[in-house]
């Protein structure tokens, strides 16, 4: 088998590794250095182009276990990672220059591996074919794939609302209803307010910091999914009329309709989080914490994910993907990284590993649903919910069986500890070696 590779980011990379290992050759197609994107500098392959952070590595955090579970795997990007590593504090971050030039020095001496310099603007004939693009995807690729997928199943931009996790509500003050009693009374948690602390909360939206959008990226917001600050700035009804509208709502506590209120949708099957609904929004995170904290049952709510608003083209995967997650419209063309719906730099190494470990040894070897890996492809094939770019969050795997565990670093641990364990057949199964074993 030959398989061709299109993008030389991280995904694109993980995967042309991962398929080489496994004895395929490979063709990586990457447009650098002939063309660059406007967000790009270096020449060489897998550039971070925003942070220069893999974000947290303990293993109470849902990334931590991921990037665990990826050095276990043999990954190419947590291996290249380490080599160029830099002090900070509980993250895992990267000299950048270190970092491109060593993932470039092993895919080039890769003898399996070979590397073509230019531009892809069409769905190219080759199968096995993976799309391992990137949000900055060009114009003219993107078009190709809203004609194969769909108009409707391919966004141009993320706008993402806030995730918190269930246990951080407060239901003293928080109530489940629906609408008029539709849909069942645990479809929604609703956070009521009065008037006095819904002028509050606009007054804060319209003060905080936002995020500027870069030079390269001309902002196009949809109307059904504005920024809740395009919609405060509109007028100060505008939220309450909008996603905070009080309509079909009691609050048990006074037996009345609330002024406004925040309503929360279930997240997950296991309904570990909930979304704030209509809640997407380009506030700095630390504004987003501050001002969505004065909202009633959320005082203290941890976020499992915060809001943005960013060019990031994607595919609507639950509905695109067939079940080997090639694109349903056209067996043998996989996706693979953000292109797919992924969020992050780990993310997208992990999507870009699963399907090189799918496309070799078939779709029996998807990693365990217990599993930070497995919990992230699925997400990709979840069609009960309204899909949207996520990092990997522990809502994506499912709870502990029995007792609940009340303190929440300790309950994680223990989810880190069973992917561990469940993981451990799985890496047997397809042949992989420990990155650390290579870095040592």
């Given at each position: 088998?030959?398989?061709?590779?299109?993008?030389?980011?991280?995904?694109?990379?993980?995967?042309?590794?991962?398929?080489?290992?496994?004895?395929?050759?490979?063709?990586?197609?990457?447009?650098?250095?002939?063309?660059?994107?406007?967000?790009?500098?270096?020449?060489?392959?897998?550039?971070?182009?925003?942070?220069?952070?893999?974000?947290?590595?303990?293993?109470?955090?849902?990334?931590?276990?991921?990037?665990?579970?990826?050095?276990?795997?043999?990954?190419?990007?947590?291996?290249?990672?380490?080599?160029?590593?830099?002090?900070?504090?509980?993250?895992?971050?990267?000299?950048?220059?270190?970092?491109?030039?060593?993932?470039?020095?092993?895919?080039?001496?890769?003898?399996?591996?070979?590397?073509?310099?230019?531009?892809?603007?069409?769905?190219?004939?080759?199968?096995?074919?993976?799309?391992?693009?990137?949000?900055?995807?060009?114009?003219a690729l993107a078009a190709e794939l809203a004609r194969t997928v769909g108009a409707e199943h391919l966004a141009y931009y993320d706008a993402i609302a806030p995730?918190?996790?269930?246990?951080?509500?407060?239901?003293?003050?928080?109530?489940?209803?629906?609408?008029?009693?539709?849909?069942?009374?645990?479809?929604?948690?609703?956070?009521?307010?009065?008037?006095?602390?819904?002028?509050?909360?606009?007054?804060?939206?319209?003060?905080?910091?936002?995020?500027?959008?870069?030079?390269?990226?001309?902002?196009?917001?949809?109307?059904?999914?504005?920024?809740?600050?395009?919609?405060?700035?509109?007028?100060?009804?505008?939220?309450?009329?909008?996603?905070?509208?009080?309509?079909?709502?009691?609050?048990?506590?006074?037996?009345?309709?609330?002024?406004?209120?925040?309503?929360?949708?279930?997240?997950?099957?296991?309904?570990?989080?909930?979304?704030?609904?209509?809640?997407?929004?380009?506030?700095?995170?630390?504004?987003?914490?501050?001002?969505?904290?004065?909202?009633?049952?959320?005082?203290?709510?941890?976020?499992?994910?915060?809001?943005?608003?960013?060019?990031?083209?994607?595919?609507?995967?639950?509905?695109?993907?067939?079940?080997?997650?090639?694109?349903?419209?056209?067996?043998?063309?996989?996706?693979?990284?953000?292109?797919?719906?992924?969020?992050?730099?780990?993310?997208?190494?992990?999507?870009?590993?699963?399907?090189?470990?799918?496309?070799?040894?078939?779709?029996?070897?998807?990693?365990?649903?217990?599993?930070?890996?497995?919990?992230?492809?699925?997400?990709?094939?979840?069609?009960?919910?309204?899909?949207?770019?996520?990092?990997?969050?522990?809502?994506?795997?499912?709870?502990?069986?029995?007792?609940?565990?009340?303190?929440?670093?300790?309950?994680?641990?223990?989810?880190?500890?069973?992917?561990?364990?469940?993981?451990?057949?799985?890496?047997?199964?397809?042949?992989?070696?420990?990155?650390?074993?290579?870095?040592?």
């Amino acid at each position: 088998m030959e398989v061709m590779v299109v993008g030389g980011g991280l995904a694109g990379c993980e995967c042309a590794w991962q398929l080489a290992e496994r004895g395929v050759e490979v063709t990586l197609v990457e447009q650098k250095p002939a063309r660059k994107t406007p967000a790009q500098s270096l020449d060489g392959l897998a550039e971070l182009v925003c942070s220069n952070s893999f974000r947290g590595a303990d293993l109470s955090n849902a990334v931590g276990l991921l990037k665990e579970e990826l050095r276990r795997a043999g990954s190419l990007i947590m291996s290249a990672g380490e080599v160029a590593r830099v002090p900070a504090g509980g993250a895992f971050a990267v000299d950048r220059e270190v970092f491109s030039a060593e993932v470039t020095r092993r895919i080039d001496a890769h003898p399996r591996i070979t590397r073509e310099h230019r531009e892809v603007t069409a769905i190219e004939d080759a199968r096995p074919l993976v799309l391992a693009t990137g949000p900055l995807t060009s114009d003219a690729l993107a078009a190709e794939l809203a004609r194969t997928v769909g108009a409707e199943h391919l966004a141009y931009y993320d706008a993402i609302a806030p995730v918190v996790t269930a246990d951080s509500i407060d239901f003293d003050k928080a109530f489940k209803q629906s609408r008029y009693d539709k849909g069942g009374d645990a479809a929604y948690v609703n956070c009521p307010m009065s008037r006095e602390e819904y002028d509050a909360f606009i007054a804060a939206i319209l003060e905080a910091e936002k995020v500027e959008p870069k030079g390269f990226e001309e902002v196009k917001y949809f109307e059904g999914c504005l920024p809740i600050e395009v919609m405060a700035e509109r007028g100060p009804l505008t939220l309450a009329h909008g996603p905070m509208k009080p309509v079909g709502l009691t609050d048990p506590r006074t037996g009345a309709r609330p002024y406004a209120v925040v309503q929360l949708r279930q997240e997950d099957k296991h309904a570990t989080a909930w979304n704030l609904v209509g809640f997407q929004t380009r506030m700095k995170w630390p504004d987003q914490k501050r001002v969505f904290r004065m909202i009633p049952g959320l005082e203290d709510a941890e976020f499992a994910r915060l809001g943005s608003v960013h060019r990031n083209t994607y595919v609507d995967s639950p509905r695109a993907l067939a079940d080997d997650f090639s694109l349903a419209a056209a067996p043998g063309v996989y996706l693979a990284g953000q292109v797919s719906g992924v969020e992050g730099y780990v993310e997208s190494a992990a999507s870009g590993l699963v399907i090189a470990v799918l496309l070799s040894l078939g779709l029996d070897a998807l990693p365990p649903e217990t599993t930070a890996l497995g919990g992230l492809m699925r997400h990709l094939r979840d069609r009960d919910k309204v899909f949207a770019p996520s990092n990997v969050m522990w809502s994506m795997v499912p709870p502990l069986p029995g007792r609940k565990i009340r303190k929440r670093r300790m309950r994680r641990e223990k989810l880190a500890e069973r992917a561990l364990e469940d993981l451990a057949p799985w890496l047997e199964a397809i042949g992989a070696a420990d990155v650390r074993a290579e870095v040592a």
